[in-house]
């Protein structure tokens, strides 16, 4: 596996808690500021919190690593051009550094460039990249980015269902109708093109000759998404962060993960082995119940955050 460049995992990563604090104007010279912009700081997939900071008003004219250095306690290396640690958590050389997301999108550009947005919601985690150094997207931050998009630019929400998932579309439709997001529902294969965002909900039956589906049976390395499902898809295989497989579970099992190939936008994945698992994933398909997590298998009442710890 290659990994990406240093300078630009740190300018992503830089760009993310700064982005969060500093506001529209940053790097663009005086501006009216934004507003309602959240950080979130973790560990391990989501799975230990370190802080979390909502700011209601921050100004503009700053630019984003004036932001990080005002507001934490930043370790640098590499000539101040790699973020070794936040708040004295670092990484070490054992492949654990610092990744961030922007609205549940992996960010594409470096602190100099990168501009925060109304609502926009920035999540730092530190994880072990030994099996992918590259998770397209997240669903940790639901509602985004479906209320505010990625670069201040807000997506149609296409919601894409098989004919025998009806239950679970409806759910998912009125979750995202109850939170502002308009809805355009079609039928499974029609194509939602590619500046929208889908949803597909189905059996993994039925979605398995997806684009998104078919990276996430290539594994982490392709998808960024810990799980897959058998060659029958009656069952699910959980991957702890080695992208080894730890637990599999069977009937009723469910997954809610989201996925991208390339730079387009991504595709979310309300799936499972049957119906009665794909109608857990939608009742999973929630703000609360999807927090900080960065894909989420269930299976009844159980929901497992992925990766999955080897313990488990």
């Not at 999540?123 to 669903?139: E, I, N, R, Y």
Request: proline fraction near 5%.
């Amino acid at each position: 596996m290659t990994r990406r460049p240093a300078g630009l995992l740190a300018a992503s990563a830089i760009a993310s808690v700064a982005v969060a604090l500093a506001g529209a104007g940053c790097g663009l010279g005086p501006g009216s500021g934004t507003s309602a912009v959240t950080v979130t700081v973790t560990r391990n997939f989501g799975a230990t919190s370190v802080v979390q900071l909502t700011e209601k008003r921050v100004p503009g004219s700053e630019t984003v690593m004036r932001a990080l250095e005002r507001h934490f306690n930043v370790g640098l290396r590499y000539g101040g051009g790699f973020v070794e640690s936040i708040n004295g958590v670092a990484g070490n050389s054992t492949r654990r550094d610092w990744f961030y997301y922007v609205n549940g999108i992996e960010a594409p550009k470096g602190a100099a460039v990168t501009t925060v947005h109304r609502g926009d919601r920035i999540w730092w985690d530190l994880h072990d990249w030994a099996a992918t150094d590259s998770v397209p997207a997240v669903v940790g931050s639901f509602p985004e980015p479906f209320l505010h998009g990625s670069g201040g630019k807000r997506f149609p929400t296409v919601l894409e269902c098989v004919s025998d998932a009806s239950a679970a579309c409806k759910r998912v439709s009125a979750e995202l109708s109850g939170l502002g997001v308009p809805v355009a529902t079609q039928l499974i294969g029609t194509g939602s093109g590619t500046d929208s965002l889908a949803v597909v909900v189905g059996t993994w039956h039925d979605l398995r000759g997806e684009i998104v589906a078919s990276l996430l049976q290539r594994g982490p390395g392709a998808s960024g998404v810990y799980a897959r499902f058998s060659a029958d898809g009656r069952s699910l295989i959980l991957l702890d962060p080695s992208a080894r497989a730890v637990r599999t579970i069977g009937p009723g099992a469910g997954l809610v993960a989201a996925s991208a190939q390339g730079s387009a936008v991504p595709t979310w994945l309300i799936t499972g082995t049957d119906p009665s698992g794909v109608e857990a994933a939608a009742a999973a398909f929630t703000p609360a119940a999807l927090r900080d997590h960065f894909a989420l298998a269930v299976q009844g009442a159980s929901r497992l955050p992925l990766p999955l710890r080897s313990a488990s």
